[in-house]
């Protein structure tokens, strides 16, 4: 992480300041508008097949409430599985979550999950989730999740489950945790697993393929897997996949590395193993995306902040339809040498971005990040120290940057926020 750092520091501050006063309009929105991450995974047992429908919410979409020192919060989730226009079973699934400080109530990085699990023998079924927020008196009726079992199983091979790299230590026990976005899998610079499920026990490898865009990015001849009877657990607010009791054991093909040179969209796994051959569809999101890529031409306008004003006029030559694209490829020749096709340091930029929009606006600027301060943000990052006088009805912020042994002043004249950079 600290390379990153360094070597965001130096891009951004090697680049040319120009100033920009033009007023760019943006709509900013979230970038994922679902309240709450719903999952669904299929494993094969000996006469049925088990569905297991997990939950994913962030702290920021639940409502919490103080009681005593801590904030309190949780859910209700009631699931009902339909058959054609009949209901056949139903189940409910109630969390709580306390948080010490007010700040976590706010968090996108921590989650509430949980799970549970239908036992299903027939080919279509539909699931009616409802949602129930604790602290309100309002339910939510969320969309409803087809489920055809000829999506989930082609061949005797299962739809991959997306879990983490690194097995979860619970208790006494291990386990795979799943990443429970919704069976997407995230465009970030880390590392995921796939665990395919197959129930011929006689194939030793099976050979992978993940195509994206018409190009092949992915292929290798899998031969790591386990055969043991697994089920979906939970510990400490984790959910993830570990072994269980029974007896018709399944073979759980391993696929590591695999998720590096994906791009952001749909693609199409490949498996093919003896004389058997089955696809899924795949796809990749880039989680918490920043806010200001929302807006594409105003994230390729406010790059006039670090770079010259021809360059940011030959990207906004393009289509509509390929700006991002070209984007995207501005920064990947910022920074070519990646383990990763997500970009950390087009992340860092936007992430800058979305801070100055969101500290910095002012009457007359309702972007934060066309204010002075706001362009030295994106520029600089955080200062590690900022001081504040007062005096003759005007207010001066002092920026210091002891790393990079600079400082800036800013003074606001008006009272109302709009500080300027003292050249």
């Known amino acids: 992480m600290k390379f990153f750092i360094k070597l965001i520091s130096l891009f951004l501050s090697t680049l040319l300041f120009i100033l920009n006063s033009q007023v760019l309009s943006q709509s900013i929105e979230p970038v994922n508008k679902k309240i709450i991450h719903i999952e669904k995974n299929i494993l094969p047992s000996k006469n049925e097949y088990l569905l297991f429908i997990s939950y994913k919410i962030p702290f920021s979409n639940l409502v919490f409430v103080k009681k005593e020192e801590k904030f309190f919060s949780g859910l209700e989730i009631e699931f009902n599985l339909f058959d054609k226009d009949k209901i056949v079973n139903r189940k409910t699934a109630s969390k709580n979550v306390f948080v010490d400080n007010y700040n976590d109530t706010k968090s996108n990085d921590n989650f509430l999950e949980g799970f549970t699990f239908f036992n299903i023998d027939k080919s279509n079924y539909t699931i009616l989730p409802i949602l129930h927020l604790h602290n309100t008196n309002s339910e939510v009726i969320l969309d409803s999740i087809k489920i055809n079992l000829n999506d989930f199983i082609k061949a005797d091979i299962s739809a991959p489950i997306i879990i983490e790299e690194t097995k979860q230590k619970c208790s006494d026990s291990y386990f795979f945790k799943l990443t429970n976005y919704g069976n997407i899998i995230p465009f970030a610079s880390s590392d995921y697993l796939l665990l395919i499920p197959v129930r011929d026990t006689s194939l030793k490898s099976i050979n992978i393929k993940i195509e994206q865009k018409g190009k092949i990015l992915f292929e290798r001849e899998a031969t790591k897997f386990y055969e043991n009877n697994l089920s979906m657990n939970e510990c400490e607010n984790i959910i993830g996949i570990s072994e269980s009791e029974g007896d018709f054991p399944i073979r759980y093909f391993v696929i590591d590395n695999f998720n590096h040179k994906l791009h952001e969209g749909s693609a199409k796994l490949i498996i093919t193993g003896s004389n058997k051959k089955a696809e899924f569809d795949l796809n990749v999101v880039w989680i918490n995306k920043p806010k200001s890529l929302i807006n594409i031409e105003f994230a390729v306008d406010i790059l006039n902040v670090i770079e010259d004003k021809n360059v940011v006029t030959k990207i906004l030559q393009n289509s509509k339809s390929n700006l991002y694209d070209a984007l995207t490829d501005y920064w990947d020749k910022k920074f070519p040498d990646r383990k990763y096709q997500f970009n950390?340091?087009?992340?860092?930029?936007?992430?800058?971005?979305?801070?100055?929009?969101?500290?910095?606006?002012?009457?007359?600027?309702?972007?934060?990040?066309?204010?002075?301060?706001?362009?030295?943000?994106?520029?600089?990052?955080?200062?590690d120290d900022i001081l504040r006088n007062y005096s003759d009805n005007k207010v001066i912020e002092i920026w210091i940057y002891k790393n990079i042994n600079k400082q800036f002043t800013f003074v606001d004249n008006s009272g109302l926020g709009n500080y300027m950079l003292e050249e």
């Open 344 to 383: 950390e340091l087009m992340n860092e930029f936007y992430r800058r971005v979305d801070y100055a929009n969101e500290n910095f606006s002012t009457l007359v600027y309702k972007s934060g990040a066309k204010t002075d301060r706001g362009k030295i943000y994106i520029k600089y990052g955080h200062p």
